[in-house]
């Protein structure tokens, strides 16, 4: 039995009882950890090969004995989240992940943690108290009603752009299916890369995708990438395509973000009123992705001084950061600050693909072990709000 399908299973209801009957019938269960925590894990209801209950399960497998559920616009996957992290005995945390435009402050016209465009900001809701969860998952409905508006713009320049190449894509029948739109969650710039995936490897096969990309599209890739689309018995093929794509063809067809993103005054009033901890997504100047779908550049490291004092104004609580994506100078520098400027740390390792572990190495340092601290602390704030 493969336990991701298993947990995978179409509703909620079946996910959990899959989950109740993988924990009863195991012979033996996995050790647990005591330094290893990640409270950035995507589910299908933005976009993960794992859903609510799958990553519970994963996570567990991987030692962990917390877990943080983080989707981008949608927290609709929450209590199916908590629910197995009860069953699997997984302590858990939840939260959510949104873009928000900084029009008005002195960074409104610069790149800040966002790849894509400038003046717009991924910020996580971290520690959303229970009784909150529906309350954020409906403030947010009408922003991802508004991320669909602009997601049929970049369907249509995709076709713009492909359809003398055989490939056409239709929002409705291609990109929503593979979201979790029905049921409350979001639908993202990667679902609809999955789909061109997906028409890619009809048009080509597999086979032929490096070829098609380098000779079609005119994308120039590294040894690495090749040696991923060109593996046969790749089981990450599809995802690693996404990633290439995601990296370096999204500018072509993207479309800006504007009303689908509140202002970062707007999401620091909600986190107030719900008692949710506000936190900065912390990217830093990137070479080489770890995740393989960020573009290399230079983002806040050159302004951050500048960036925290406008943070605090706006009423940041934390920074949230991944401990593997960057250097340990990068990080002693985001430490120092947070410290000067009272800002929390939670670390996040930011979990949407299989290739990518659970486990982030880096928390055995002892420069990070206060991020496990940080977590169980948390965990016991939301519970205490919950």
């Not at 209950?53 to 983080?70: D, H, K, N, S, V």
């Not at 806040?300 to 340990?328: H, Q």
Request: charged letters at 25%; a negative charge.
């Amino acid at each position: 039995m493969d336990p991701l399908h298993f947990l995978n299973a179409p509703t909620a209801e079946e996910r959990l009882r899959n989950l109740q009957t993988l924990v009863r019938d195991e012979t033996e269960k996995p050790p647990v950890s005591d330094v290893f925590v990640n409270n950035h894990i995507h589910t299908t209801y933005s976009f993960s090969p794992y859903s609510p209950t799958a990553a519970i399960w994963f996570a567990r497998a991987a030692t962990l004995p917390a877990a943080g559920i983080i989707d981008h616009d949608s927290i609709a996957g929450a209590r199916e989240f908590i629910r197995a992290g009860e069953i699997a005995d997984v302590a858990t945390t939840v939260g959510i992940e949104c873009r928000v435009h900084m029009t008005g402050t002195s960074v409104e016209d610069r790149y800040i943690n966002n790849t894509d465009q400038k003046g717009i900001a991924y910020m996580v809701l971290h520690g959303v108290p229970h009784g909150e969860i529906e309350r954020v998952q409906a403030h947010f409905a009408p922003y991802r009603e508004k991320r669909n508006d602009r997601n049929r713009k970049m369907v249509q320049n995709v076709n713009a752009l492909l359809e003398n190449a055989g490939i056409v894509l239709d929002f409705d029948r291609d990109v929503l299916p593979l979201s979790q739109y029905a049921n409350g969650g979001t639908v993202t710039e990667r679902h609809l890369i999955c789909a061109l995936c997906r028409k890619i490897v009809e048009r080509c096969s597999a086979a032929g995708t490096a070829a098609f990309l380098e000779n079609e599209l005119e994308l120039t890739l590294s040894d690495k990438q090749r040696k991923y689309l060109t593996d046969a018995d790749n089981p990450f093929f599809e995802y690693d395509l996404l990633g290439v794509l995601k990296s370096a063809f999204v500018s072509r067809i993207y479309v800006n973000a504007t009303d689908e993103c509140m202002h970062a005054r707007e999401l620091a009033a909600l986190a107030k009123e719900t008692g949710a901890l506000l936190c900065y997504a912390y990217l830093g100047d990137v070479k080489d992705s770890v995740t393989g779908d960020k573009r290399s550049g230079k983002f806040e490291d050159g302004y951050l001084e500048e960036l925290f004092d406008t943070l605090k104004t706006i009423g940041i609580d934390a920074v949230t950061y991944m401990p593997s994506r960057n250097t340990l100078e990068q990080l002693r520098r985001v430490q120092t600050l947070c410290d000067a400027y009272g800002f929390s740390q939670i670390s996040g390792e930011d979990v949407n693909s299989p290739r990518q572990s659970f486990v982030c190495e880096q928390l055995r340092l002892p420069e990070f072990r206060r991020l496990t601290d940080a977590t169980w602390k948390l965990i016991e704030r939301e519970k205490a709000l919950s």
